[in-house]
T-cell receptor
Framework: GQQVMQIPQYQHVQEGEDFTTYCNSS?????IQWYKQRPGGHPVFLIQ?????EVKKQKRLTFQFGEAKKNSSLHITATQTTDVGTYFC??????????FGKGTKLTVNP | GAGVSQSPRYKVTKRGQDVALRCDPI?????LYWYRQALGQGPEFLTY????????KSGLPNDRFSAERPEGSISTLTIQRTEQRDSAMYRC????????????FGQGTRLTVV
């Protein structure tokens, strides 16, 4: 079945450093979504990528969807303490089934 | 309602008891998903519905787990003869359209089997 792998599992950075998390699917995706979960909270939608090679930006966050629509990345420039949380990718294949990766937990040292 | 509502928020049950977890999605949302999330892990897909039809139940761990959404709105996830390994956060999410839209998550039900 469809699997979504995400690395790294943990990332600890100093405030101001950049951060990247990578997502890889075992199958070609129709779209990929990214979510952020704060400690003690629930996953909250950030963005969706649909097109091959698509790049989207939200302030300091840059999201990419691979040409083969099997991988994606999230890059945060100049992290801030408010970026702390776990970032999940979620892939959708041929159906509406949404499969999440295990997430990358980001901690930021002020 | 304004958001996805799950109840109860916390449930402690004895091993062997049955439990029913409820999800009230955002009004009008077509798709409803159930996930299980262990501490420090990502949401693990269990099952999903479009309207009242269960589309995919491939993630249900075994036949003790079942879900229904009889009127295409509120859904119930039932776990029979609970075991300690069933302890986890159970999350429900709904989507407004059948495809290509964001999923809105509820606060979850923390299930503890003792």
């Amino acid at each position: 079945g469809q699997q979504v792998m995400q690395i790294p599992q943990y990332q600890h950075v100093q405030e101001g450093e950049d951060f990247t998390t990578y997502c890889n699917s075992s199958t070609t995706l129709s779209n990929i979504q990214w979510y952020k979960q704060r400690p003690g909270g629930h996953p909250v939608f950030l963005i969706q990528l649909v097109k091959s090679g698509e790049v989207k930006k939200q302030k300091r966050l840059t999201f990419q969807f691979g040409e083969a629509k099997k991988n994606s990345s999230l890059h945060i420039t100049a992290t801030q303490t408010t970026d702390v949380g776990t970032y999940f990718c979620a892939g959708q294949g041929g159906s509406e089934k949404l499969v999440f990766g295990k997430g990358t937990k980001l901690t930021v040292n002020p | 309602g304004a958001g996805v509502s799950q109840s109860p928020r916390y449930k402690v049950t004895k091993r062997g008891q049955d439990v029913a977890l409820r999800c009230d999605p955002i009004s009008g949302h077509v798709s409803l998903y159930w996930y299980r999330q262990a501490l420090g892990q990502g949401p693990e897909f269990l099952t999903y519905f479009n309207y009242e039809a269960q589309q995919d139940k491939s993630g249900l761990p075994n036949d003790r787990f079942s879900a229904e959404r009889p009127e295409g709105s509120i859904s119930t996830l039932t776990i029979q003869r609970t075991e300690q390994r069933d302890s986890a956060m159970y999350r429900c999410a709904s989507r407004g359209d059948r495809a290509n839209t964001e999923a809105f998550f509820g606060q979850g039900t923390r299930l503890t089997v003792v």
